[in-house]
């Protein structure tokens, strides 16, 4: 094994350490804590067609993620862990789903590329331990490209059957998103080579019978549970159809402002985000996009038979779809991940194959990967060393040592691919072993969900002793994680005039309230005493306050464990 065989191994070690690190952490609430408990009740449930979230109807999101997650509970035991098995392994179908589908159109080396870029960039990481559903739509996206495009290229009718399976898949993983991306890969690669014909096969109806099979379980279940049951109040709509509100209203009733669900993001809130979420690859994305563009310009909007038209169209329709929606959080634009690997690759394999007509703009792509590799270096220090403490030195001595190589290996003579990628792969796989190892963990005592389960737990508070009284004002939530770190689900949310009826059958029961709860609690009961005070900060939203050690004080919010 050559010195470069070697350094390229410590590289792809290091991601997977990442990742590993990764799977041992706390669940985030809410989206992700919410997930790893409705799992935890559908197994104990056994109510696997009719999604329950704490024994009520749940209409939000697909079924997939909390079918493989009850799935492995069941083998392996309920844990956080466990929750993040089936993403990180449909990470590995998505990495090299992207790979077969980059070499299938720009060749080995390129396929490898657009797998690393995937697997290594900042999103992924984020992804495979703040799990939502995105993670395995994202994937299975991946998949569906590629299958689809094997197809279209090869004519082998076993990639049709995985392609629109690969749809089924994602459409159960996130809704009708997962169908669309596809569709619109394809219609624009099919326009932009003039191959008309392609729209009219009669393939595509076997494939759409093959995405109903698939989502036949899905359907029965939303039908049973709601279009059946017109008099049920759901989500505080009487008679909402779960069918429509799956097809329609959760996804492109962000579009149409039918969705309940704003915001006050702009258009632009997805170009920023892409750019840190793609990281450490953002600025050869960029060189990509744009020679993407003055290419298909160049050539009059029309590509010849062997060029592919799918990843310009991919990734910016969505990406303009997405940018138009009422409602818009940071995991939405990974779907278009895939593509932007692909293209991003293909862009470099393009660009040191002609290297002798392209070595200014090469070395400036080499200046750019640096000034990314210092970057976020001096954002991993700052958070290891001066917001928080250092958690584990053994851990923080491998991903500062992982970092000490990503800038040695700059000053070493390597072929240009090894030159251009093979320090910002080491670079943000060092970040991300420092983030899972030093600040995640520092982040979590900040979880006042899990705070209060682990506390209840060592002083012997029953699960079914602890009810809730959020009065929300202050900016307070119900946190899924109290739930999940409790061995049975807690007695849950109450109005403020139900405790005199519990405590007189109960005789002591515990009150998990914010500051503003608290004060209305005491007014009206006399007996209540604050038992234990815990504080919270929604740690997916960091400010500089709360990152700077000496006015975090001032960021946190108080929790109440009352007693009355």
């Known amino acids: 094994m050559s010195k470069q065989q070697i350094y390229w191994l410590i590289a792809i070690l290091s991601i997977f350490f990442a990742y590993f690190l990764g799977m041992f ?134 990639f049709l059957i995985g392609a629109f399976v690969g749809m089924g898949l994602a459409m159960l993983a996130k809704g009708p998103i997962g169908v669309m991306v596809p569709v619109l890969a394809f219609a624009s690669h099919f326009i932009l080579r003039r191959e008309f014909k392609q729209f009219f096969r009669w393939e595509w109806l076997l494939g759409a019978v093959i ?46 402002g039918e969705n309940v669900w704003k915001d006050d993001s702009d258009s632009f809130f997805f170009v920023h985000t892409f750019l840190w979420s793609f990281l450490p690859w953002q600025f050869l994305f960029l060189g990509a996009y744009i020679k993407g563009v003055y290419h298909l310009f160049k050539q009059k909007l029309f590509f010849t038979k062997n060029q592919e038209g799918l990843t310009l169209g991919g990734f910016t329709l969505p990406f303009i779809a997405m940018s138009i929606s009422h409602f818009k959080l940071p995991h939405y634009i990974y779907v278009v991940f895939p593509l932007a690997a692909m293209l991003t690759a293909s862009y470099v394999v393009y660009l040191i194959n002609n290297i002798d007509k392209y070595k200014k703009l090469f070395r400036w792509h080499i200046g750019l990967q640096i000034f990314t590799q210092s970057i976020l270096v001096l954002l991993a220090s700052i958070l290891v060393f001066w917001s928080f403490e250092i958690q584990n030195y053994f851990w923080l001595l491998i991903g500062l040592s992982v970092l000490l190589i990503s800038f040695i290996l700059i000053f070493i003579d390597f072929d240009k691919f090894t030159k251009l990628l093979l320090p910002s792969a080491l670079t943000i796989a060092g970040v991300n ?82 500051e503003l709860g608290k004060k209305d609690l005491e007014k009206t009961y006399t007996t209540i005493e604050m038992h234990q005070k815990f504080n919270r900060f929604h740690i997916t939203q960091l400010t500089p306050e709360f990152l700077n050690p000496k006015t975090r004080k001032s960021a946190l919010t108080p929790i109440y464990l009352m007693r009355l």
């Open 211 to 256: 995405v109903l099979v698939v989502l036949s379980p899905m359907i029965y279940g939303l039908y049973t549970q709601f279009d059946a049951q017109p008099q049920k109040i759901t989500n505080g709509v009487k008679g909402e159809s779960g069918l429509y509100f799956y097809f329609w209203k959760q996804s492109f009733g962000r579009l149409t």
């Open 25 to 158: 952490l706390d669940v985030m609430d809410v989206d992700t804590a919410q997930y790893a408990l409705i799992g935890r009740d559908m197994l104990l449930s056994g109510s696997y067609l009719q999604v329950l979230e704490r024994g009520h109807d749940y209409l939000d999101k697909p079924p997939l993620l909390f079918w493989v997650t009850s799935f492995f509970y069941g083998i392996f035991g309920i844990s956080q862990f466990v929750y993040r098995i089936a993403p990180i392994l449909s990470t590995l179908i998505g990495v090299y789903s992207t790979y077969r589908l980059t070499k299938l159109y720009y060749g080995e080396e390129a396929g490898k590329i657009a797998g690393l870029m995937l697997g290594a960039c900042q999103a992924y990481f984020l992804t495979n331990h703040d799990v939502r559903t995105d993670t395995m739509l994202t994937n299975a996206i991946a998949f569906s490209l590629w299958q689809l495009a094997a197809f279209t290229e090869k004519k082998d009718f076993r």
């Open 433 to 514: 072993i420092l983030l899972n190892s030093q600040v995640y963990p520092s982040l979590f005592p900040y979880q006042s969900g899990k705070a209060v389960a682990v506390f209840a737990q060592k002083n012997n508070i029953k699960p079914e002793q602890i009810y809730v009284f959020i009065n929300g004002s202050d900016g307070a939530y119900y946190s899924h994680g109290l739930d999940f770190y409790s061995p049975t689900t807690v007695a849950g949310q109450r109005n403020i005039n139900d405790f005199k009826d519990i405590v007189s059958k109960q005789k002591k029961i515990f009150i998990y309230t914010d």
